[in-house]
């Protein structure tokens, strides 16, 4: 069994842990979230092929990049069906319990 999970890609975060389920099931689970996207709105970053290269060539980690990871609003959406409810934020991240 897995205690504490913890997903910061600067990319997909929600998507990648939602496909962590699968496999596991934390007992805590720490995810970065994109605050510049406020509740209500739901957003999540999308892997794309065709796309996803080019972004990566230019990410940089000390600029905003509004296109990745994902908001409070998706992640507590995405999580509740797996049992997880919001237990507190930090000034990047959200956990969940």
Not at 4 to 22: K, Y
Not at 75 to 91: M, N, Q
């Amino acid at each position: 069994p897995l205690d504490f999970l913890v997903v910061d890609l600067d990319g997909c975060d929600c998507l990648v842990a939602e496909g962590l389920m699968d496999l596991v099931r934390p007992k805590v689970l720490m995810l970065e979230i994109a605050f510049h996207f406020p509740p209500p709105f739901r957003f999540s970053a999308h892997w794309d092929v065709k796309r996803s290269h080019s972004w990566n060539a230019e990410y940089d980690v000390d600029q905003l990049n509004p296109s990745s990871g994902c908001s409070l609003s998706y992640a507590i959406h995405k999580f509740k069906p797996f049992g997880y409810h919001l237990l507190r934020l930090t000034h990047t991240d959200a956990v969940f319990v």
